[in-house]
């Protein structure tokens, strides 16, 4: 195999891999989506004596460089840094997961070394969902998001256990041409072929036996979900006043309100002014919602907002803490979602998951004097604040609990299910995917939504600022979709759901599993690497 062809090769993973994240092709291209890389390091492994393990990395670096670069360009609408950044460091943790495999291999023999790929690359996927320098969007089971009839049975393994599923059907698939090519007949690889089959068919049989046999809980509640399509550059922080804001989204839920509506709710820093919590009763937006409210004083409005809290004398500070100039006196500010009734009653929930470079910086308490570098779009510098556990907003004396999921925490599912161990029987999404522009992003992201959906078996209310505000069932379906760039009001009932699913129970179990055996995995390669390397000194 030629240079020229090794970098076609690569190439053409990059694109496969891509392709899932498109609206137009099936996430079932991801089954076939590494073989082209596969073969790269196949000639590497039967020609190492002649090559060192590292070059094989060289042409991994290509494949995922385009993977994440066709999947991920529209970041750079929002910030041309984040997504260089994001491209090259997701590019260097996915070579060097490949480069580990390949290692592997080398080690461990031809066949065994293959699982290690689908062992080191689960525990990258799990420990990428938890660290500082977190960005998993493209997380393998992510790129069957659109095709919720296929993947029903992620309420028992999770976004994994599509990860799983792509993993082992590359390399069967990569096992099976290789047979092929060596022996040249049928019989040859007709088991693998046999156990390939299975293995793409079987889940896919059954997600559709759970698709068609599931049946929701009939226990409605009719939700208002609001879509004010401001934009987020050129009006919502500094261009429209506040009061002017608040009214687009008030009259678009007044236009569906009456007396049956149990819910409106507006997304993300739909109150856009940076507020303190203490006064928050006097602010002009929670004035106008509670006079709102006044019409539908059987209803709850949960919707987004911008807060921040002082902190005592005597009361302990976060990380991300802000110093008032030349006092002791902290604050934190918050990206926040506040539910409220006709009274004025309210509880308020801190978004947990901040977006790296935007709203929060990793490791603040090492790299805390580089936070005014932050870009915050809404006004400020620095660090956000967070909450240490997940909350719910209580409504109709807890009879109805929601998970408040804001904008960028809907792409974490383990962490999802913190708020349905609280007791969350269905879930709202506010945010604002007006960032990206009419890209592949915010479409993206509405489809990891209908992930939430299946994993949670919970109903989702999403209202977008602009992008796609809807209604989605408890098998992932999407039952009404807003249009991009519009203003725009939808109404619907949602079921609630108390049942807890195995994925909500357990959590990332496979993550966990393959984590501790990719540990032991690499301890042996490095170990036989160490004997071998000793005995040949000797």
Not at 16 to 36: E, K, R
Not at 64 to 85: C, K
Not at 499 to 504: A, G
């Amino acid at each position: 195999m030629s240079r020229i062809n090794r970098i076609a090769y690569a190439l053409t993973s990059g694109i496969l891999l891509s392709l899932a994240w498109t609206q137009w092709m099936n996430g079932l291209v991801l089954m076939i989506a590494f073989v082209p890389l596969l073969a790269v390091e196949n000639y590497f492994y039967r020609n190492q004596t002649r090559y060192r393990s590292i070059q094989v990395m060289f042409f991994a670096m290509i494949g995922f460089f385009v993977w994440n670069g066709i999947s991920t360009w529209w970041i750079w609408n929002a910030s041309p840094l984040g997504a260089v950044m994001a491209t090259l460091l997701n590019t260097i943790w996915m070579s060097t997961v490949f480069f580990l495999f390949h290692y592997t291999r080398r080690k461990v023999g031809e066949r065994a070394g293959y699982f290690a790929l689908i062992f080191f690359w689960i525990a990258f996927e799990y420990f990428h969902l938890r660290w500082e320098l977190n960005w998993s969007w493209l997380n393998l089971g992510n790129g069957l998001a659109k095709n919720n009839h296929l993947i029903q049975w992620y309420e028992y393994t999770g976004i994994l256990g599509g990860s799983l599923w792509v993993l082992l059907s590359n390399i069967l698939v990569m096992t099976i041409i290789q047979k092929h090519l060596k022996f040249r007949t049928f019989h040859s690889y007709l088991g693998e072929l046999s156990l390939l089959i299975l293995w793409i068919a079987g889940p896919i049989l059954l997600s559709y036996g759970i698709y068609n046999h599931y049946e929701e809980k009939d226990d409605p509640y009719t939700i208002v979900a609001t879509q004010p399509n401001i934009d987020p550059y050129t009006e919502k922080f500094n261009g429209m006043n506040q009061r002017k804001q608040i009214e687009i989204m008030l009259n678009l839920a007044d236009s569906l309100g009456d007396d049956d509506v149990d819910f409106f709710v507006g997304p993300e820093t739909s109150h856009p002014r940076m507020v303190w919590e203490k006064s928050l009763h006097k602010t002009t937006g929670f004035r106008m919602t509670k006079e709102f409210m006044q019409k539908y004083p059987n209803a709850y409005f949960v919707t987004g907002l911008s807060t921040k809290k002082q902190y005592g004398p005597n009361e302990e500070f976060s990380v991300t803490a802000r110093q008032f100039s030349d006092t002791a006196i902290y604050y934190d500010v918050y990206n926040s979602a506040i539910i409220m009734d006709a009274l004025g009653e309210y509880d308020l929930y801190y978004k947990s998951k901040l977006v790296i470079g935007v709203e929060t910086m990793p490791f603040p308490k090492t790299m805390k004097f580089l936070e005014s570098l932050i870009l915050d779009l809404g006004g400020t510098t620095g660090s956000h604040g967070m909450q240490k556990e997940r909350s719910v907003f209580e409504a109709f004396d807890s009879k109805v609990k929601i998970a408040p999921i804001i904008c960028y925490e809907s792409i974490y599912g383990e962490y999802v299910t913190d708020y349905i161990k609280k007791g969350a029987n269905i879930i709202f999404v506010v945010t604002n995917d007006g960032w990206w522009g009419d890209t592949p992003g915010y479409r993206q992201h509405l489809t990891f939504s209908q992930l939430i959906a299946i994993e949670t078996r919970r109903s989702i209310a999403r209202s977008a600022n602009t992008g796609t505000s809807c209604f989605i069932n408890q098998r992932g379906d999407l039952i009404q979709a807003t249009d991009y760039w519009v203003q725009d009001v939808i109404k619907a009932d949602l079921n609630t759901n108390d049942k807890i699913t195995w994925y909500v129970r357990n959590g990332d179990f496979l993550g966990r599993i393959f984590s501790f055996f990719s540990i032991l995995i690499l301890l042996y390669a490095f170990t036989g690497a160490l004997i071998a390397r000793k005995k040949t000194t000797e």
